[in-house]
């Protein structure tokens, strides 16, 4: 899934990172705005998901786009944290650096 060097945090401490109950965190995840993963059977969001006190803008709309495309949790993560010189660098370090249109257009490209 992710390489083990991706810096994680728990479900608790990303819930008081943007001043939410953990349920509504959960919720985040479950309407796709958030992914989460498990590491050592805590679930966990990647730190690089949150910039401050909020998600990374346009992550919602590029998880969301890229399930209706038909990728699974595993795929998308695995998209997100795999270069792409034409953006260059990951996709999830382009929707951090508001290069959200990029990042999109290339989701849709790849549904094609």
């Not at 945090?9 to 001043?19: F, H, K, Q, S, T």
């Not at 690089?48 to 795929?75: C, H, M, P, Q, Y």
């Not at 998209?79 to 370090?93: A, E, H, N, Q």
Request: cysteine-free; aromatic content about 4%; overall charge negative.
């Amino acid at each position: 899934m992710l390489e083990p060097d991706v810096e994680v945090i728990p479900l608790p401490d990303v819930a008081e990172r943007l001043g939410l109950p953990v349920t509504r965190v959960h919720q985040l995840i479950r309407d796709g705005h958030l992914m989460a993963l498990r590491r050592d059977k805590i679930l966990s969001v990647p730190d690089v998901f949150l910039a401050g006190d909020a998600v990374v803008k346009g992550l919602g709309g590029t998880i969301t786009l890229l399930r209706d495309n038909g990728f699974s949790e595993d795929e998308i993560l695995r998209w997100l944290f795999t270069t792409d010189d034409s953006l260059p660098g990951t996709p999830i370090d382009a929707l951090r650096g508001d290069r959200g249109r990029e990042v999109k257009r290339r989701a849709q490209a790849m549904g094609f």
